[in-house]
């Protein structure tokens, strides 16, 4: 049973930064792509960053291009996403998904899914 667990939300203020944690276990991690959604009130989930390996290869939503930061550690089973310079439009709860064939921005190609962490930025 594959479960996906994140970890490191919280309430910042404008500019600060904040690492989240996503943990993907019971299974080997290497094969699986990892991605993270946000999703503000009243508005779609959208992917935010996902990462995956054979090939090693990235996507970055635009809008936080420069500010967020996606990494994996195989050996911590773990994908992080950096997230500098907040700003109050990034509050959303945020969402880490796995899949072995998945990839892309649909949410519909994870089948693994946490159950979110809140990021809060204030102005």
């Known amino acids: 049973q594959v479960q996906v667990a994140e970890s490191g939300g919280g309430s910042v203020q404008d500019g600060d930064s904040l690492t989240l944690s996503c943990t993907v276990s019971?299974?080997?991690?290497?094969?699986?792509?990892v991605a993270w959604f946000r999703q503000a009130p009243g508005k779609e989930r959208e992917v935010v960053a996902a990462?995956?390996?054979?090939?090693?290869?990235?996507y970055i939503l635009d809008s936080v291009e420069g500010r967020f930061f996606i990494s994996r550690d195989n050996a911590k089973n773990t994908v992080n996403l950096q997230m500098n310079n907040l700003k109050p439009a990034d509050t959303a709860v945020y969402y880490c998904?796995?899949?072995?064939?998945?990839?892309?921005?649909?949410?519909?190609?994870?089948?693994?899914w946490g159950q979110g962490t809140q990021v809060t930025v204030s102005s």
């Open positions: 998904a796995a899949d072995r064939t998945g990839w892309g921005s649909a949410t519909g190609q994870y089948n693994y």
């Open positions: 019971g299974s080997t991690f290497t094969r699986y792509n």
């Open positions: 990462i995956k390996d054979n090939p090693r290869s990235t």
